[in-house]
Nanobody, 118 residues
């Protein structure tokens, strides 16, 4: 499976962006898909995830109420709708797959840059 993240860009504070993550390759049925981000000089951090079966989501406290993750099973794709963006949301955003409940995320997309200006 390969992941392709897209949708990043430059936006002013308070604006919105929608990130997409498309999966290609063999039959796609992960346990969970997640979004992570890495800001300059900082470690990668969790942003949001979604159970592929059932659609249950979880979010980092820093994005709760502003970001919404969804998925389209038919398209093998996941999305991250980001509203009310803040300068501290500036980072490279990565999507990733957790293939099973007891294993780590093991497949990562190439990342898409989100820059929020103040």
């Amino acid at each position: 499976v390969q992941l392709q993240a897209s949708g990043g860009g430059l936006v002013q504070a308070g604006g919105s962006l929608r990130l997409s993550c498309a999966a290609s390759g063999r039959t796609f049925s992960p346990y969970r898909m997640g979004w992570f981000r890495q800001a300059p000089g900082k470690e990668r951090e969790f942003v949001a995830d979604i159970r592929w079966s059932g659609g249950t989501t979880a979010y980092a406290d820093s994005v709760k109420g502003r970001f919404t993750m969804s998925r389209d099973n038919a398209k093998n794709a996941a999305y991250l709708q980001m509203n009310n963006l803040k300068p501290e949301d500036t980072a490279v955003y990565y999507c990733a797959i957790q293939p099973g409940a007891t294993v780590r995320y093991d497949t990562w997309g190439q990342g898409t840059l989100v820059t929020v200006s103040s």
